[in-house]
Structures are given as structure tokens and as C-alpha cells.
Nanobody
Framework: QVRLVESGGDSVQAGGSLRLSCAAS????????LGWFRQAPGKEREGVAS???????RYADSVKDRFTIFKDRTESTLYLEMNNLKPEDTAMYFC?????????????????WGQGTQVTVSS
């Protein structure tokens, strides 16, 4: 089974940018629905962005026009580019995968998860 390892989390000031990476132990560029999720202390986990095997992306309204999800074929890595960060973006961020070549959304049955990387945004 594919394993996922996130990196790139950091502490930044509001308005700053970060790029999160999710390295996979196997080939995930195609054949998988991939996503980024986040969980802040005391809150439920929420979906941030997803990307289908064929490339269609979807975003939560709270991050639309600020975050970009993309994947790299050669490195078999999933990324989340985050711009104009806000304090409410502070959370542990997780990448996830589900073997699927069809429709992909944040409500998909993701069954492979990374361990998370912390993002902290100060005002």
C-alpha cells in the first residue's frame, strides 16, 4: 500500500505563503484521488482541496483563489501551494489518497493518510 509523508509546514505571518509537500512511496500521479485536509485544535477535520486522477481540482470555499493543489509526475508528489495565509488557516494539514480513476471530491472515501504537518499563521 502507498504511504504518504507530508512536509513543509511552518510558522508564518498573515499574508505569507507556504508550499506543503506530500511524498508517496509509490506512484500516485494517476489512478488515485488525492486530497489535502486540515484539523485545527478543538475542531473537526475539514477538506481543503482535491485533485482527481485526470486532473480536475476542487477547493473548499474558504481557500478558493488562495490555495492551489497540484501533483508532480516525476516525483510522485502532491503539493499544496498556500498564498495570502490567514490566522484561521492555522491547523495540522494532512494529505490523503484513495485508489480511484473517476470522480474525486473532498467527500471521497480516502483510506490512505499521512501523519500531518503543522501550519501556524500569526496575525
Amino acid at each position: 500500500q502507498v504511504r504518504l509523508v507530508e512536509s513543509g509546514g511552518d510558522s508564518v505571518q498573515a499574508g505569507g505563503s507556504l508550499r506543503l509537500s506530500c511524498a508517496a512511496s509509490g506512484y500516485i500521479y494517476s489512478g488515485y484521488c488525492l486530497g489535502w485536509f486540515r484539523q485545527a485544535p478543538g475542531k473537526e477535520r475539514e477538506g481543503v482541496a482535491s485533485i482527481a486522477s485526470y486532473g480536475t481540482t476542487r477547493y473548499a470555499d474558504s481557500v478558493k483563489d488562495r490555495f492551489t493543489i497540484f501533483k508532480d509526475r516525476t516525483e510522485s508528489t502532491l503539493y499544496l501551494e498556500m498564498n495570502n495565509l490567514k490566522p484561521e488557516d492555522t491547523a495540522m494539514y494532512f494529505c490523503a489518497a484513495e485508489k480511484s480513476i473517476g470522480y474525486c471530491s473532498l467527500s471521497a472515501g480516502f483510506n490512505i493518510w499521512g501523519q500531518g504537518t503543522q501550519v501556524t499563521v500569526s496575525s
